[in-house]
């Protein structure tokens, strides 16, 4: 899907993009071209990200939105809707157009020339005003997995003996040994464990990387703090969360959705719990996973995932941050991941205060079950950017 804000009685046409600029200046340009990049899926496709548009609320009667719907660089058909039409936070629907190219393409392939294909397109339109606040992200590596166990080891033959690896007996342990101490930091209420630890013990919303060794690591270090009386009780599976695609990296690799990634987990659990189903796995039963993000596709094709794929994913993810209307957030993900974003979204001011420090963080992997603290600030640029 590609986006353009236009000033109402603008000629379209016209591709070229308008230039960013300053929103609180009622004769500031909107932004330029947007972009939801491409899904693979059976059904409708479904992003959940959201980008700024650079028009102020009070002034959307003057701009309208163009839409146009694609596959790969065939336009499909396109929609205009007036900004002040859609009421805000609420999903609205518009018809898609087709395109005259797409009719012909279809003619070509079914013979038919009055076969008539239609496209819909929801979205919701939000003031930023009502999400753009302070967020505490709490970003935790999943533990030691059967992979990282192998190749620290070099047993290659390990490493290629399945795909996305499940955790380790080591990894296991260091996930208990994270719960145990979340624990122990709730039922001590002490006045330096709420400060530093407030948004893992008491978290609004926790996001999942939908690959097998996250899941278990939320299900076992995180499980018993969600499943008090008082507890969220809920794990969201984000595919934006996953590791990068490597040439020959198994652990990556994965081919389930929905219930089926839930069904591998419990069944690994089980397996690996033989002696403490009803601790783990009573745990697991008892949490809701809301997996509706990879209801289709969500992993790479092919053997690699390239340098700008990758940034394109970080982006979403950190949109998915930005725009959440929670304020305490748990990402469990993974260490390549996790640098990237870090790196990418650290303030300047920052770095010029801890050089050494973001060093390390941009360069060097978190250990397993490691917990990093950010503080998700809008109001603060990266690199001259927003």
Known sequence: VVARVRKRGDPYGDDTPTSAGD??????????????????????????SAQPLGVPINEREAYELDFELRQGSVKL??????????????QMGVDVLPDAISRRTLTRKTGDSKVMVSYSLCFQLVDSRAVM??????????????????????????MAQETDHPLSARGRQQAEELAKKLMHAVSTQKEEHRASLGAVLDPDVVFVSPLTRAVQTSVISLGPLLCRPEGLGQLHLLPSAREKQ????????SRKTGSNILHHVYDKLKEQYRDKADDVVGTFSRLHFNTQQVEEQWWTDGPVESKEDVQARVRE????????????????????LFRTAVGSYMSDEFRAREP?????????????CGVLRLELDPSKGVGGGP
């Open 23 to 48: 929103t609180t200046d009622s004769d500031a340009a909107p932004c330029g071209e947007l972009r939801w990049p491409a899904r693979c899926c059976l059904g409708a496709s479904s992003w959940y």
């Open 77 to 90: 058909g396109g929609a205009q809707v007036p900004l002040d039409e859609p009421s805000l936070h609420c």
């Open 133 to 158: 606040h302070k967020k505490t992200v709490i970003f935790i590596r999943h533990a030691e997995s059967v992979w990282n166990e192998a190749q620290s080891k070099k047993q290659f033959h390990k």
């Open 246 to 253: 490597n040439l020959g990296g198994m652990d990556t690799v």
């Open 317 to 336: 993810l950190m949109s998915q941050l930005l725009y959440a209307p929670q304020r305490n957030i748990v990402v469990i993900g993974h260490s390549h």
């Open 356 to 368: 050494e420090l973001s060093r390390r963080f941009t360069t060097d992997k978190l250990q397993n």
